[in-house]
């Protein structure tokens, strides 16, 4: 904007001083030859009397005094044909004056002056002096070097204006695009002083506003994200009594294990949709850690189920840019799938390996496989949430990873979670 606003004005002041600078010079040309010429007129007039009442040697001395002071060419013609001072041939112009008629005409050697000397007993005399181009012409380069040298300067002024009243504009807009990449970026406490014309900070007031209304909604929703989780409460507790009440120890144990672990995600849940604090520190957790403990979690349900597992984990510590708790949710969230969408009895394996530095996790099965086009959040072909998928891909894109979907060599469904390192 600033560029272009510069532009702008220097065509207007450009456009602007040629209209009115080059008729200045014009006019400054002019009135350099018109003075030439009334100085030579003047000089000319001077001898008048002189031609109209003196003697030849008389004229013949006043006119060599006066082309040696003004430094130009000064001939009388007499009505005798004698002609006195310089050398110079009977021009039209001298001819016309000899009738009785003075004038001014141009020639190739610069512009003549004649005058009619009339009360001569003899006839009319003739003066003629001429003016060179150079005595037309004294002073103009001079006057219009200062001339382009002010318009160079009315130029320079207009594009330091121009730029001060750019930088009142783009200074505003600078700070509502920094100010919209940090609520991009959640900085939802980030604000605008409203500044510039009265359009910019009506434009810095609707920013502001909007950004209060975005921190009300999320601490709304956030607030109906815990309450709603909190009502997952009291059947946990009741199915914690249910566990209880079991008279096989080992299946007490095992089904209070599970309520335990669902317990504490429901309080983790809460506690982020709640109080969103950053963590200190870059998140990062043991893939190898967390992976082989959900596997071994669901390692239960699928031999109850009659599943064969396949197991192919790296040994540890294989750190990942991902918090525990989130990536122990995208491993429950792919193992999930696999006992939701396909049959008893179907196998599965479970590979976990470090590749050119980042660590991948492949959940493959022998099931039907994935349905046809893409997984969007919230849209599931198979009666779910649609949310599994996109639990484990927004934990893949934290760490700087992805997650890709395919076939497995068996014909079912292949998931692959990339996860990237830890950042610094």
Known sequence: ???????????????????????????????????????????????????????????????????????????????????????????????????????????????????AVQGRPDGTGVIRTVVPPAELTAGVTRSWLALALLGVLLVLIGLAVADRLARTLVRPIGELSEVSHRLANAELDARVTPAGPAEL???????????????????????????????????????????????????????????????????????????????????????????????????????????????????????????ADELAAAVDALLGNVFAHTPDGTAFAVRLAAEAGRTALTVADDGPGMPPGTVDRGASTAGSTGLGLDIARRAAQASGGRLTLGAAPSGGAEVRLELGPPRP
């Open 1 to 115: 904007m600033r560029a272009r606003l510069a532009l702008l004005v220097a065509a207007v002041s450009v456009l602007t001083l040629v209209a009115f600078l080059v008729p200045l010079a014009l006019l400054v040309r002019t009135v350099a030859a018109d003075r030439a010429t009334v100085r030579a007129t003047a000089d000319a007039q001077s001898l008048v009397t002189v031609v109209g009442t003196a003697d030849t040697a008389t004229i013949r001395l006043t006119v060599e005094q006066l082309a040696t002071e003004s430094e130009r060419s000064v001939t009388v013609f007499l009505p005798d044909g004698t002609v006195l001072g310089a050398p110079a041939p009977r021009t039209p112009a001298v001819a016309l004056a000899a009738r009785g008629q003075s004038l001014t005409a141009e020639s190739g050697r610069g512009r003549e002056v004649v005058l």
């Open 201 to 323: 900070r009506e434009v810095a007031g609707a920013l502001n506003h909007l950004a209060g209304r975005i921190q009300v909604l999320l601490v709304q929703e956030r607030e109906e994200v815990a309450d709603l989780s909190h009502r997952l409460r009291t059947p946990l507790t009741a199915l914690r009594l249910e566990a209880e009440s079991l008279r096989d120890p080992e299946d007490a144990a095992r089904v209070t294990a599970a309520v335990d672990g669902l317990e504490r995600a429901v309080t983790g849940l809460i506690r982020q949709a709640r109080w969103r604090v950053p963590t200190a520190g870059a998140a990062s957790a043991d893939a190898a850690a967390v992976v082989a403990e959900r596997v071994a979690f669901w390692s239960v349900l699928a031999e109850d189920t009659g599943r064969a597992v396949t197991l192919d984990l790296a040994p540890g510590p294989l750190p990942v840019g991902v918090p």
